[in-house]
């Protein structure tokens, strides 16, 4: 069973940076299309940015030029570099994998990204 597992969620200023890393039990490149998501209470869940295994990559226009993801493939980890971080940046950051970014056979269990103003 393939896991996906989240780390570097936590507490920051507006205007700061995070980075989230999710973890895979598996070779990441071997997944066609790896995404961060986030999710606010009482909103669905929206994709955040998505990566595919040519490096074509996808962003929501509320994060383009301060997100930027990213992959590690020898440490089978996928990243979400966050700054210029604002309030509205706040929810559980979920990352996920499948063949595209409209279908994810993989979920982590996500993270919490709080930003303060």
């Known amino acids: 069973q393939v896991q996906l597992r989240e780390f570097g969620g936590g507490l920051v200023q507006a205007g700061g940076s995070l980075r989230l890393s999710c973890a895979a039990s598996i070779t990441i490149f071997s997944i066609a299309s790896m995404g961060w998501y986030r999710q606010t209470p009482g909103k669905p869940r929206e994709l955040v940015a998505d990566l595919r295994s040519d490096s074509d990559t996808y962003y929501a226009d509320s994060v383009k030029g301060r997100f930027t993801i990213s992959r590690d493939d020898v440490k089978n980890t996928l990243y979400l570099h966050m700054s210029s971080l604002k309030p509205e940046d706040t929810g559980v950051y979920y990352c996920?994998?499948?063949?595209?970014?409209?279908?994810?056979?993989?979920w982590g269990q996500g993270t919490q990204v709080t930003v303060s103003s």
């Open positions: 996920a994998g499948g063949p595209n970014r409209w279908y994810r056979d993989y």
